[in-house]
């Protein structure tokens, strides 16, 4: 490798450990990236990829302390001899949690936030923040506070104002973590543009059929803090063991033999179900002056349902399932949980029978440890301590997190941090399970493991999951609710509300490879299933 002044990055035996911890996050790295590539990064959950980034933009170890040797250099200057603000003008991060990356009350002076640190004059700060929130398409943002956007509007606005910057390196770290089908394809085909206009941009992503689609230059994919493979897509997708990736549906049907992969279904609901929540005409708006976030809602969840909650960002799918639980009361009408008004319960009291996992980690991890974490909610539900640890154990062991019961939360990668906050919800044994984009930082093997675990677990009587990955909607749901602008736009079976594009469409819910096979097979296998089970019906 060489000291190039005209190449973007390159690394050269690239080693970084944490000091708390024993062993390297990333060993021996060797990178070369050109002007204006698009370099994907893939790999499982906590195998480095994020540690990778923050060495590239100097956070480690300025900020995250740790051992580093090996180079890196930015256009042939090394990263350690640059400040932190020389870096940021060539070098710009989108982080995984967005929450961390705001800092502003408003989203015009979120944007504007680097260029004002910068000096730069005040009406160029306003062209060049006019500018970016029109070329990202939230221009209806500009005066909105950012503590009421949604997960997926607070990650374009976070990349807004790296975007003002005018960076020459772009660092994206799950970028389509929080965003609808459609606006995920928005914001590829728009890294694409950058990229063919001289950006460099390193991805890294979970979600690897939708970048692929795009076309990046070159695939790498980590496992344990070492690169496995680096080179063409296509060769990646030969290669790499497919439960470790999620790779398009044809693609794993082709690498299987029928009678490999057993098929696991959601249970389906009992013939007569009692009504566990219900919403009735409910109306909510945060403040009396704005608009209604939740328009005249009405459904219930019934004992055995297993719900997938789709719709664009902004929809209001996240405010809908805090009523469930208390954490917001309805402007207009009445949610009941087991039939008491969730007006006359406590959150305390809510949470014995309802369990819910935040869209972000950092706003439910606290503990030193994961163990304690583990532990908080059912002692402060006074479970007994046998059963207490018994709990804890199938929790970590159902998120494949037992060899961190140790370890700070917050000291673990942000899909790791994830899990930890499913498990601390699952340790609770709440009967019904809330869980807010429970796959956001998760590698495919991760996130079956756990949700096949949380599935096929006797005592839930009800599920619900907000997300923007159609396909864990498609395997583990028996009914889907299709949400927009506050109101629900359907509700019913999967194979009914998957089979009309026009109304996926209006919803911002684009079909994937997997949805297109199981609606060509539908009549053989009377249900979707996941890719490694079709191959059985080929």
């Not at 959950?45 to 923050?54: D, M, N, P």
């Not at 399932?321 to 949610?335: C, N, S």
């Not at 509300?497 to 009377?526: F, I, K």
Request: hydrophobic residues 40%; charged residues 20%.
């Amino acid at each position: 490798m060489r000291m190039d002044q005209e190449l973007p990055l390159y690394i050269q035996n690239l080693t970084f450990r944490y000091h708390r911890r024993n062993t390297p996050s990333i060993t021996n790295i060797n990178l070369e990236v050109k002007p204006g590539e698009l370099l994907l990064i893939a790999g499982t959950s906590g195998c480095g990829k994020t540690t990778l980034l923050r060495c590239i933009n100097g956070l480690a170890p300025r900020v995250y302390s740790g051992d580093l040797t090996g180079e890196i250099a930015i256009f042939g200057k090394s990263v350690q001899q640059l400040s932190m603000s020389e870096l940021s003008q060539q070098v710009g991060t989108l982080l995984q949690d967005p929450e961390r990356q705001i800092v502003s009350s408003h989203v015009f002076n979120e944007v504007a936030f680097g260029l004002e640190n910068l000096a730069v004059p005040r009406q160029r700060i306003i062209y060049r923040v006019e500018e970016t929130l029109e070329y990202l398409k939230i221009s209806h943002l500009r005066d909105r506070e950012t503590f009421s956007l949604s997960g997926g509007e607070k990650q374009k606005v976070a990349l807004a104002g790296i975007l003002v910057m005018q960076p020459k390196i772009l660092l994206l770290d799950e970028p389509l973590a929080s965003l609808d089908p459609v606006s995920a394809a928005d914001a590829l085909q728009m890294f694409r543009k950058l990229a063919d206009d001289g950006i460099t941009i390193i991805m890294v992503e979970h979600r690897v059929e939708d970048v692929l689609a795009i076309h990046p230059d070159r695939v790498m994919y980590m496992e344990d803090g070492q690169v496995i493979y680096s080179g063409d897509p296509q060769g990646m997708l030969d290669t790499i063991e497919i439960n470790r990736v999620k790779l398009p549906a044809e693609v794993v049907v082709k690498r299987l033999t029928p009678g490999s992969f057993p098929s696991i279904c959601p249970p389906a609901p009992p013939t007569d179900p009692r009504e566990l929540v219900r919403f009735d005409h409910v109306n909510f708006r945060y403040k009396p002056e704005s608009d209604l976030v939740l328009k005249d809602v009405n459904f219930s969840v019934r004992q055995g349902d297993i719900i997938a909650i789709l719709g664009p960002n902004g929809a209001g799918k996240t405010t809908l399932v805090k009523h469930a639980i208390g954490l917001l009361k309805p402007t207009r009408g009445t949610v009941f949980l087991e039939g008491k008004p969730t007006q006359q319960l406590s959150v305390a009291q809510a949470a014995a029978t309802l369990g819910y996992v935040f869209q972000s980690p950092s706003q439910m991890l606290f503990a030193p440890t994961v163990q304690e974490e583990l532990e908080f909610g059912p002692k402060n539900l006074k479970h007994p301590p046998e059963q207490i640890q018994q709990n804890v154990d199938w929790a970590l062991k159902s998120v494949n997190l037992l060899h961190e019961r140790k370890s700070p939360p917050l000291a673990l990668s942000f899909g790791q941090q994830k899990r930890v906050s499913i498990a601390a919800i699952l340790a609770m044994r709440s009967r019904i399970l809330m869980m807010d984009e429970p796959t956001t930082g998760q590698d495919y093997w991760n996130y079956l493991s756990f949700m096949d675990a949380i599935i096929q677990m006797p005592g839930f009587d009800a599920i619900l999951f907000i997300t923007h990955d159609l396909d864990l909607a498609l395997i583990y749901s028996n009914r889907i609710l299709l949400f927009k602008d506050g109101q629900i736009m359907a509700d019913g079976r999967p194979e009914e509300v998957l089979s009309d594009t026009e109304l996926l469409r209006s919803t911002h819910v684009l079909p994937t490879s997997l949805l297109r096979l199981n609606l060509e097979l539908l009549p053989r296998t009377g249900r979707f299933m996941r890719a490694e089970a079709l191959v059985n019906y080929l």
